[in-house]
Each structure stands twice: as C-alpha cells, then as structure tokens.
C-alpha cells in the first residue's frame, strides 16, 4: 500500500463520498446502455482487492461508499469483503450501498450482503408491464424483480439491525413514461423506502427520440415570449429565424426578423440567459403539460405512500451543479484510476442533438501507484475541481444551436471560452440525470 506523501498540500482535505467500480461484465443489456453503443471502449474487469485495499485509509473520512458503474455489481466476487471492510472501517450512520439489476440477488445472497454492512441499495425498474420491462431491460423480467425484492425483504427481517434502506431507479423515456405513476404506485404496495428517476442518455441516434426532457428553461422562454410579442407588433414572426441564416440573399423582412433576433441574444447574454434559437422554435407546450402532469402525479403518489421521490429536472437548470464535485466525490474505475465524476469516467460516445460526441476519460492518478491522498490533494485534482465549481464555461445544451469542433473534437484541448475542463457539454449539471451517490 502507497503511504502519504509528506509534501502532499491539503492534506486535511478528504473526498466524502467514494464510487467504486466492481465490475464492468453485466449480465443484461439493456437497449440504453454505453455497453450496448457502437462507440463504447470500456474494457472488462472486476476490481481487485488490492485497488480496494489502496482506498482503505479514506474510508475512515468518507461519509459514502457506492460500488457501482457500467457493470453489475453482483458479478463481483468480492464484493462482501469490500462490504465488510467498509463497515469496519467507516463512521458510523454512514451508506454503503450499490446499484443491480436484481438478477443474481438470491436469499441467500441477500443475507450474505446485509451481513457484509449492506445498509442502501437500489434495483432498476423501469415498467411494471412484462412485455416493456422485458423490452428496456433486455436479459431479465420483472419476476425477477419482485423475487430480489423479496429476499432482501425477508433477510432484512431477519437481520433488522443492518437499517437496509431499499430503493428502485427509473430510466425515463418516452415509451415508458406513462409508467412511472404505475411504478410508484408498485414500489409503494411493496413498501419500499426510495425511488431515483433519471433521464435517459442517448448513446446511440435512434434513442434519441426516447429523450423526455424539454430543451428550454422556463427564464428562456419568458424572455422569447417578450420578443415575440414585439415582433407581432411589427407584423413580424419569428419562428422564420431559423431559414435566414442560410439565405444566400435576405429580404428587408428577413434582415429585421434576424436583426431582432440579434437583440434577443444581446438581451440574453446581458441577463445571463441561456437560449438557443433552434430550441425555443420547437418548444412543444402540449407535451411539456403531459410530463409536467406525470411528474405531478408521481408525487402526489409518492407522498401517499411514503416513497422518498427523487425526479430529474423537466427543463435545464439556469443555475448549473456539478453533484460530484459538490458533494466531494471520487470515483475508481476497477483499475484503480482515480476520476471527478460519472461523466468523465470512460471511453465512449454520446449524442448532442444529433451530433456524435466522443468522450475521453479524465483520471489524476492511479491508486496502485500513488496514496489516494495525493491524488485528491494534487494541484491538478484541485485545479479541476474550482473550475468546475466556478461555472466559467459555456453551456453547449442551452446555448449553441450546432455543436463546434470544439466540443466534438478529440481530445478535448479547449472550449471556446479556452477553458480546459470538458464539462460545457455535460447534462448532470443541467439537473436531468440522477443516479445512487
């Protein structure tokens, strides 16, 4: 094991929440994971424990353990040791828990996962119908589900004293988004303590159209709103913007309807609003209603039944939150690389608006060669970490209404406001995705 350096700075300073990759071998695959994608280049492992071992001095500060990624947890063959030591290791009233798909969790590896120090854990389901379930989450069915569900019920019944918080996570599309008020309602009949609903990620072009969030903010819309009414009032429409730009030769017409346009982004930048032109055009209020309407029966049901509720945003957020540099987080590929965050964890490709965008991973270290203290205190670590909690970089989502070479051209060198941190294109910060942390 790697000992502390001496001349390490910030070395009172600790990550509090540790995600940790046991595995990236699943047993399913699912028509929404990075796995199933073209661009994917995740290699496939299980995490030593000598990668394990190497994180052990952090575990007394951390206030989280999370053992999940691309893979299925329960794959791992270590993962009760890993548990355990945890558990010995931590404060007390800390988590440790991870994310299944539920197939592999028998009784009597419930019991040996309570056992372990088990306390939070969260199954994927997605519908209630066989037939979708069967569909998004291709290698299992939802018997399945229900069978896990129960083994963890009845060995938590007998072992009381491990405090196991259950929970379920739901990947939102537009095929199954008339389910969710049908899942909470069965997660509520089957008592369970926690829901997580996350957005789907599109990492191939056809999921694209499975995408349930709105593209605009409510303040972006406001403001488009204001415009329009002014160029109703010089006769003017301003969903033609979207042709001007590539008329060869304008009409007066098309000159004022884009130079108001100008005024808007003007008025836009001045406020510090994020809009994108192309976006406002195709705001759909009818089906904005609908998921807001979802969303709300959602938690009317989840209050009914006690179902901590966790929705991702309907709409960006104007004001960005990275959720893992905020709360501290550090995440270890089963390698034992050192990364920020869920985005930057891997080697793959995602899609912009119908863009192919590659990403490349961001790692500061491995903790085989270097005391994870090193790691997290090191210049460059600590460099990422301000700048990403500065929000001094573009926002791709809301603003562009293309995606640049800058965003899609690897690797990542610079945004265009010459920043060296690739978050502009993230959509963790915009709120839409969720995950257990």
Not at 162 to 189: H, Q, S, T, Y
Not at 196 to 213: D, F, G, S
Request: hydrophobic share 35%; charged share 25%.
């Amino acid at each position: 094991m790697k000992t502390p350096s001496e001349n390490g700075t910030g070395m009172g300073m600790y990550p509090k929440k540790l995600i940790i990759e046991p595995t990236t071998r699943c047993n399913f695959k699912c028509e929404m994971c990075v796995k199933q994608s073209q661009g994917c280049q995740i290699k496939e492992g299980d995490l030593g424990l000598n990668v394990f071992e190497s994180l052990v001095p952090l575990l007394p500060h951390v206030n989280t353990i999370i053992f999940t990624g691309i893979g299925e947890p329960l794959l791992c063959k270590d993962l009760e040791l890993c548990l355990e030591t945890a558990r010995s290791k931590m404060p007390e009233k800390t988590i440790r828990g991870f994310q299944t798909n539920g197939k592999l969790l028998t009784p009597d590896r419930a019991m040996s996962l309570l056992k372990s120090g088990l306390n939070k854990i969260c199954i994927s389901v997605d519908a209630t119908g066989p037939s979708l379930f069967n569909t998004v989450r291709q290698g299992g069915c939802f018997l399945d589900i229900e069978k896990a569900l129960q083994a963890l019920v009845d060995a938590s019944a007998q072992f009381p004293e491990a405090g196991l918080e259950i929970g379920i996570e739901f990947v939102l599309m537009k095929k199954n988004m008339d389910e969710l008020p049908r899942v909470i309602e069965w997660a509520g009949r089957q008592g369970l303590d926690f829901m997580l609903v996350t957005h789907v990620t599109a990492y191939e072009k056809e999921m694209e159209k499975e995408i349930a969030y709105m593209d605009n903010s409510e303040i972006s819309l406001a403001l488009f709103e204001s415009f329009k009414k002014s160029a109703r009032k010089k006769n003017l429409d301003l969903t033609q913007y979207s042709r001007i730009p590539l008329k060869l030769y304008k009409s007066e017409t098309d000159r004022e309807i884009y130079n108001l346009v100008q005024e808007l982004k003007d008025q836009a930048l001045k406020e510090g609003v994020y809009i994108n032109m192309f976006h406002l055009m195709d705001e759909d209020p009818v089906y904005y209603q609908q998921i807001k309407e979802i969303f709300h029966r959602s938690q009317i049901l989840a209050a009914q039944y006690g179902v901590d509720l966790t929705l991702p945003e309907i709409r960006p957020k104007t004001k960005r939150h990275c959720p893992f540099v905020e709360d501290d987080s550090m995440f270890v590929t089963w390698e034992g690389k050192v990364s920020p965050c869920y985005f930057l964890w891997h080697q793959y490709q995602v899609m912009r608006i119908g863009y192919t965008k590659s990403v490349t991973p961001v790692f500061f270290g491995n903790v085989l060669e270097q005391h994870p203290f090193d790691i997290w205190n090191s210049h460059e670590f600590k460099d990422f970490r301000n700048k990403v909690k500065a929000y001094d970089y573009p926002n791709c989502h809301s603003w562009c209404e293309i995606r640049c070479d800058y965003v899609l051209d690897q690797p990542f060198y610079q945004d265009c406001f010459i920043n060296n941190i690739p978050c502009c294109d993230c959509h963790w910060n915009l709120g839409f995705l969720n995950c257990l942390t």
